[in-house]
């Protein structure tokens, strides 16, 4: 996919890409390049999975802000930085900020939780101060650029400045000394387009063979809309799950990169990325965070050719709050077609339960949600009843068994607002 209009001058290169990577020698951990048995049965070439999700702060992040912080001059450095992140930017500002004893201001919206507000104080070590704000991640953002204004100091964004790119593309200069002969693509996860842009363009000048594919969430693609427009748009509305990756605008000096050196952009439904968590946990081990686990979820079913040779997934991120799989379990069923919801009408009398549960569901299926009131005035009462089914086929006949029942039976459409009370 590319644009059709003028988007813009190209601001990194391969060197620039070297030239962080020698900066970084000493700091970010070269991570491992590992093979996914799992996956590869499903493509039909080897699958390997590039561990950043063991990276310093556990995410990538780390490289671009490192690199941005550390070629700062004396006086720069003097000043301080800003930030604004309630997640991995945040931990590798304050990470960079601690090793090289420089003070930082990060930023935090009001609903980021106190656990990641302790992560950050601890990896910062009392070099960064946090400044909550009232309102989104756009308003904490606001905030820090009117303050490091004001007061002077050098921002430091999460994706679109050019020493932050070049920090993040440092991930290609270790691919290339990892990946086998002939491999056909790396598939990147993307948001504002830092990561992609920082490894596209030093792939494309060193191993121009390698096709480099990014990877959006459905309820966020920004880049794609994009790419289609020619330049960057705000998105209208912006699907907060995979929450790495949830930007609702492509960054001005990422997006001429990516129009320029991209080979696709594909997006996923959040759903296949909730699989792909649960997956890439039960198979291989890794406790991915949503934007962690996009680009695998793309290549297990999402890629827009038939690989010729082993294929790359960039694992990005691996600070996932545990308490979230209840609702990565649940969005996985509902995408895989194996837990649906719906409003069954019974008449208030004695065994219409019974009936329901003997006449209507198959024995391999589970009655996984209930609720119903008893409403002594009415002769009938409606249920909200969650099934889970063995395989997704079976849905059919249980429509048509539902169909056949006196009850009144009306399924609940996946785009519903109703799912906001159940997860």
Request: proline share 6%; net charge negative; glycine share 8%.
């Amino acid at each position: 996919m590319r644009a059709i209009t003028n988007v813009g001058t190209v601001q990194v290169n391969a060197r620039d890409v070297d030239e962080a990577a020698h900066r970084l020698e000493n700091v970010a951990i070269k991570t491992a390049l590992e093979q996914s048995p799992r996956l590869s049965e499903v493509v039909g070439v080897p699958v390997y999975l590039k561990r950043e999700d063991i990276q310093v702060c556990r995410s990538f992040k780390v490289r671009g802000a490192y690199n941005k912080i550390a070629s700062l001059s004396k006086e720069e450095a003097q000043h301080g930085v800003a930030a604004a992140s309630a997640g991995n930017h945040a931990q590798g500002v304050a990470y960079a900020c601690a090793q090289l004893g420089i003070k930082g201001k990060i930023f935090l919206p009001s609903n980021t939780p106190r656990q990641k507000r302790d992560r950050i104080a601890t990896i910062g070590k009392g070099w960064v101060e946090q400044i909550i704000v009232d309102g989104s991640f756009d308003k904490a953002n606001e905030e820090a650029g009117r303050i490091a204004n004001e007061e002077g100091l050098i921002f430091v964004p999460p994706y679109d400045d050019p020493m932050t790119i070049a920090g993040q593309g440092t991930i290609a200069v270790e691919l290339d000394q990892q990946i086998p002969e002939g491999t056909d693509s790396v598939v990147i996860p993307m948001g504002g387009g830092g990561l992609a842009a920082g490894i596209a363009v030093w792939l494309k000048e060193k191993r121009p063979d390698v096709k480099v594919i990014g990877v959006e969430p459905d309820g966020a693609a920004s880049i794609k809309a994009a790419m289609l427009a020619g330049h960057p748009v705000t998105l209208d509305q912006v699907d907060n799950f995979v929450d790495g990756t949830a930007v609702g605008r492509a960054g001005d000096i990422t997006f001429p990169i990516l129009s320029e050196y991209l080979d696709d952009v594909i997006t996923v439904p959040e759903g296949a990325v909730c699989s792909e968590m649960l997956d890439l946990y039960h198979s291989e081990g890794i406790i991915a965070e949503p934007a962690g686990a996009l680009a695998s979820a793309a290549i297990r079913r999402y890629l827009p050719h038939i690989p010729n040779g082993p294929v790359v997934a960039i694992v990005s991120g691996g600070n996932n709050d545990l308490s979230r799989y209840a609702e990565v379990q649940e969005r996985s069923l509902r995408h895989e077609g194996l837990r649906h919801y719906f409003l069954v009408t019974f008449p208030q009398e004695p065994g219409a339960l019974r009936t329901f549960l003997n006449d209507v569901l198959a024995p391999d299926q589970d009655v996984i949600h209930f609720e119903y009131t008893k409403k002594n005035n009415r002769e009938t009462g409606p249920a909200l009843v969650g099934i889970d089914l063995a395989n997704a086929a079976d849905i059919q006949s249980l429509r048509r068994r539902m169909a056949q029942s006196p009850l009144h039976v009306e399924q609940i459409p996946h785009d519903s607002e109703i799912f906001r009370i159940l997860i």
